[in-house]
């Protein structure tokens, strides 16, 4: 038996890649990898967020000044290549290194490996090459086979993850060529009008990189198969959940009732209440694989009770604000929760551990931020601050919530910055969300 070569394909691949100048025309993301020494890097994220366009992204970035052979990538998503063995992978690098022998071991090359998790035992392959070359080792696939805890299992605590999402306020405005190039503090009349009509736009768009600038229906169309990919090959193909009309209606039912308090029991009677017979650990685990690909974030109850914790419900929101619009044809207003949406988006980018708060006298405050070097913060989010009842339930709530966290700061985020001038709210910081969610001049 003669001795195995790498796959012409491959070969190609690698020569494409190391022969391009750069990735193209693309949208900059605002993610970064994190910063620490021997960690192999997964980006992960719901299916189309961008994650390959992110890798692409990190090619050019890691090519700045430097080589073409400093980067490659390589997608393993091609028919040509299906089916793959493992050892083709080792056969790559040894290709590589052949093309450039100085290079190994002496100088840090990175490899952006897309869709990876087609190759079976791809995990191997890192350890090993994260051990006895000097590589920085990015990969990204489909949440179908690259979740965020198997990626940390399959590579034994040497990987990291980085979570991709759909565009952000501040990218949904870049793709435009309309990201403002100072602090919010310092908007003009004229672009403080844009940058808030985009916003209300935001909200029923969203910031799938695809969806941008369709016509609604046409919008409506590629979310809903986007939710559909998501449910049959991250849910029903790869669990064998075998129950798929309750499936389908728990997505349905989350994605037309954002932030929403759900518990397992309550959807469980719902289902049971629509004809479909599953058993309440059948419901528990749908919500947890919908969690896990993405699709769904989810809330605690914010309390040091483990108690409280199991005893309270969660509130769900969907991956983006777009998602709502598109399941929901009612034509009722979900602006105020289409807002708490992208906030906890926001949120979740900057980091800190979320919970919502529910005082002992029934007051709800939306978001208790702890950040993880000290510090807390209760976030109430409003869309109309300029109804009177609404304003001062919303204050009131936060008052409550501020008797039980006396250490945490207060901040109500309004749609409607022109109706800041008339609230008058004490130690409550009130601020509009568009500056809330570009805080910072862009350098």
């Known amino acids: 038996m003669g001795a195995v070569s790498l796959h012409p394909v491959l070969a190609e691949k690698l020569s494409d890649s190391l022969a391009s100048a750069d990735a193209g025309s693309f949208t900059r993301r605002d993610a970064r990898l994190p910063a620490i020494a021997g960690k192999a890097h997964a980006v992960i994220g719901m299916r ?17 000044g430097a080589a073409p052979e400093r980067a490659v990538y390589v997608s393993f998503d091609d028919d040509r290549i299906a089916g793959l063995e493992l050892d083709q992978l080792g056969l790559l690098l040894e290709e590589f290194y052949r093309r450039y022998p100085a290079l190994r071991r002496k100088e840090t090359v990175t ?17 090993r090459v994260m051990d006895s070359e000097q590589v920085e080792v990015v990969v990204s696939g489909s949440s179908a086979k690259m979740l965020s805890r198997e990626v940390h299992t399959s590579l034994r605590g040497r990987g990291m993850a980085t979570v991709i999402r759909p565009f952000s306020f501040r990218e949904f405005l870049r793709h435009r060529g309309e990201e403002p190039r100072e602090d919010a503090r310092a908007w003009q009349a004229p672009v403080r009008s844009l940058v808030e009509g985009r916003l209300r736009e935001y909200l029923v768009e969203g910031g799938f990189p695809e969806a941008q600038g369709l016509a609604a229906a046409l919008r409506v169309e590629l979310l809903q198969g986007y939710v559909d990919t ?6 029903v193909e790869r669990h064998g959940v075998s129950q798929v009309a309750a499936l389908r209606w728990l997505v349905r039912h989350c994605l037309r009732n954002p932030a929403g308090s759900f518990s397992v029991h309550r959807l469980h009677q719902d289902l049971k209440s629509q004809g479909h017979g599953v058993a309440k650990d059948a419901v528990h685990a749908m919500l947890g694989h919908l969690l896990d690909a993405f699709l769904l974030g989810s809330v605690p109850l914010a309390t040091d009770s483990l108690r409280r914790l199991n005893s309270n419900p969660r509130k769900l929101y969907p991956a983006d604000p777009g998602l709502i619009g598109a399941f929901d044809a009612t034509g009722r207003s979900n602006l105020g929760h289409a807002l708490e949406t992208v906030v906890l988006n926001e949120l979740e980018r900057r980091g800190g551990e979320i919970g919502y708060v529910k005082t002992a006298d029934g007051w709800e405050v939306d978001f208790l931020v702890r950040q993880p070097g000290g510090g807390e913060e209760l976030i109430q989010v409003c869309a109309d601050p300029g109804d009177p009842a609404t304003l001062a339930r919303e204050l009131r709530a936060l008052a409550a ?4 966290h006396p250490r945490a700061g207060r901040r109500l985020l309004v749609l409607d910055r022109a109706a800041l001038g008339r ?7 009130v601020v509009g969300v568009a500056d809330w969610l570009l805080p910072e001049t862009v350098t």
């Open 230 to 235: 998501v449910l049959f090959l991250d849910v």
């Open 48 to 64: 189309r967020a961008g994650k390959t366009t992110f890798l692409r992204q990190l090619l050019d970035e890691r090519r700045a």
């Open 111 to 127: 490899w952006l490996l897309d869709e990876v998790q087609l190759v079976p035992g791809w995990e191997r392959f890192v350890r």
């Open 423 to 429: 609230v008058a709210t004490g130690e409550v910081e």
């Open 401 to 404: 919530a501020s008797a039980e």
